[in-house]
């Protein structure tokens, strides 16, 4: 059972866009900055967003994000086969005193 | 081009020992915290342990405190995990990533990871 929670699982078509959520509470995402990180199979984690809704140098806009009160999300526009992942999100929970992770959602391109 | 690589994995049994080590190159070592995540077989991701660019600092969950302990060697760009006293639920793959200079942690490049296996 994870802290933060995020769906399981989305799919969209090619060239669609789709938004992955992520929710938490006061001591996590309602107090600090959230982090998205996109793990393609067999393949390491790799940050897509910082601060909520910052883009790393070389991560295309088509990924956004953006957050509210104690909810976190992701945004994919123009989605392309290889976006196809696992997405995590992550943030620092100040009642447990650790870092906390969703749970994942894996993203299928239809 | 700033990279990290873990070494060290291994299978090893229950109440046994393995150190884990990460070579880091591109950045000035020293300035960053380092961090160590793991990921059990198809799981999702677990905060093992991070520790100030001095080394003076480290952070753990309960899962791991007492029993891991992380430290660096900032003259040789090495972060190291000592993980005593393992149980099978420690099987996962061990991702060492750096941090940014963010207010929230944030890890901004992660190595490939490498496999314990604690079993019998």
């Known amino acids: 059972q994870s802290v933060l929670t995020q769906p399981p699982s989305v799919s969209a078509a090619p060239g669609q866009k789709v938004t992955i959520s992520c929710s938490g509470s006061s001591s996590n995402i309602g107090n600090h900055y959230v982090s998205w990180y996109q793990q393609l199979p067999g393949a390491a984690p790799k940050l897509l967003i910082y601060?909520?809704?910052q883009r790393p140098s070389g991560i295309p806009d088509r990924f956004s994000g953006s957050k509210s009160d104690t909810s976190a999300t992701l945004g994919i526009t123009g989605l392309q086969t290889g976006d196809e992942a696992e997405y995590y999100c992550g943030t620092w929970d100040r009642s447990l005193s650790t870092v906390v992770f969703g749970g994942g959602t894996k993203l299928t391109v239809l | 081009e700033v990279q990290v690589w873990e070494s060290g994995g291994g299978l090893v049994q229950p109440g046994g020992s393995l150190r884990l080590s990460c070579t880091a190159s591109g950045f000035t070592f020293d300035d960053y915290a380092m961090t160590w995540v793991r990921q059990s077989p198809g799981r999702g991701l677990e905060w093992v342990s991070t520790?100030?660019?001095?080394?003076?600092?480290?952070y753990y969950p309960d899962s791991v405190r007492g029993r891991f302990t992380i430290s660096r060697d900032n003259s040789k760009n090495t972060l190291h995990l000592q993980m005593n006293s393992l149980r099978a639920e420690d099987t996962a793959v061990y991702f060492c990533?750096?941090?940014?200079?963010?207010?929230?942690?944030?890890?901004?490049?992660w190595g490939q990871g490498t496999l314990v296996t604690v079993s019998s």
């Open positions: 990533a750096k941090q940014m200079m963010t207010a929230t942690w944030t890890a901004d490049c």
């Open positions: 601060d909520n809704n």
């Open positions: 520790i100030s660019g001095n080394g003076a600092d480290t």
